[in-house]
């Protein structure tokens, strides 16, 4: 009573992603923010050791205080980063102080053996291995959204490991990797999913080969700079456009690959059959579509095709 629809909101938002999972589990809740360097610090900590301690029915949630304020500011947190260990809906144990892997397993192992904690070799185990590789594939990929590569490919790393036949997880470790400019080692992530039968043919695996493949047009800062003055002095030389679009991009100017590929669009939608707009579809799957740069690109794009 009195709180205000914002506030309901985040409430029944802080119920689903941590009360109702604590019911049953220990979950490790992370409060941190984007510019707080001790947070970034701890994260990778924090992901692998729940990663490790998934089937002992350990889940880690991460709540944004600057996202969340309403959240943060009912748990009383001072200062970032502030990590609780929940269990049925109530702080167990503060584990903000658990700075290194072994103090944080040593704390982790003396909760889980005082409740009454579900694990995975429980009943349905299954069902919950796979809602927590669910749960970490999505955290990844916020972390891949958020422009830390080598940390989401450190997160996706770990869930290939717990679900060695999920596509999505091996398909964020390229794309990942890929980001992250260790071209060698997305391409052994990628020769490995396709020499494995229940991964060669998953269309996230077909995306990510893609992201890879437009890393792969990486040219020189003299040779972009070429194509530019190209592209720029000959609209009608959709060749030249498109070639710089995928420079533009392999060089981390996703701006100007993007801006390149609509302008064709609208010039020409049909050049090519279609090319520039596959070309666009190509780098919004090599990013990810749920990353904010490339939903507001699609906004754009449908603004162009549709109206």
Same mark, same amino acid.
């Given at each position: ?6 506030? =309901? ?7 689903? +992603?941590?009360v ?13 923010? +984007? ?31 600057d ?6 500011? @009912?748990f ?11 269990? =049925? ?16 397993? @040593? ?20 069902a ?19 422009? +830390?590569?080598? &940390?989401?490919a450190?997160?996706?790393a ?10 999505? %997880? ?9 980001? %992250?400019?260790q ?18 043919? +998953?269309? =996230? ?8 493949e ?17 592209? =720029? ?7 030249? &456009?498109?070639?710089? %679009? ?7 100017? &996703?701006d100007?690959a ?10 020409? &939608? ?7 707009r ?28 549709f109206?």
């Amino acid at each position: 009573m009195g709180l205000s629809i914002d506030e =309901q909101k985040a409430v029944e938002k802080f119920k689903q +992603d941590v009360v109702e999972p604590s019911m049953s589990k220990l979950v490790i809740l992370d409060f941190y923010a +984007d510019w707080c360097g001790p947070c970034k610090a701890i994260a990778p900590l924090l992901e692998k050791v729940a990663a490790e301690y998934a089937d002992k029915g350990v889940v880690l949630v991460k709540v944004d205080v600057d996202q969340e304020k309403f959240i943060a500011a @009912q748990f009383q947190v001072q200062s970032i980063p502030t990590i609780y260990a929940m269990f =049925q809906g109530q702080p167990v144990a503060d584990l903000t102080n658990a700075r290194s892997e072994s103090q944080l397993k @040593q704390t982790l192992d003396q909760i889980l053996s005082q409740l009454p904690i579900q694990s995975g070799e429980a009943g349905g185990a299954e069902a919950q291995m796979a809602q927590q590789v669910e749960q970490y594939i999505a955290m990844g990929e916020q972390i891949l959204a958020e422009g +830390d590569a080598a &940390r989401a490919a450190g997160v996706f790393a770990q869930v290939t490991e717990m679900a060695p036949d999920n596509a999505a %997880a091996h398909a964020g470790l390229i794309r990942a990797l890929t980001q %992250a400019e260790q071209v060698e080692e997305a391409k052994g992530v990628l020769a490995a999913a396709e020499a494995n039968p229940a991964l060669a043919s +998953d269309p =996230q695996i077909e995306n990510a080969k893609a992201a890879l493949e437009l890393a792969g047009n990486k040219v020189d800062d003299g040779e972009l700079a070429a194509l530019r003055e190209k592209a =720029q002095a000959n609209h009608a030389d959709m060749d030249v &456009r498109l070639a710089y %679009a995928e420079a533009a991009f392999a060089a981390g100017d &996703r701006d100007a690959a993007a801006d390149e590929l609509l302008a064709m669009i609208e010039a020409d &939608r049909e050049w090519n059959e279609g090319a520039a707009r596959t070309k666009l579809l190509d780098i919004f799957n090599a990013i990810g579509l749920e990353d904010p740069w490339v939903v507001a690109t699609r906004r754009r794009l449908s603004k162009l095709l549709f109206g």
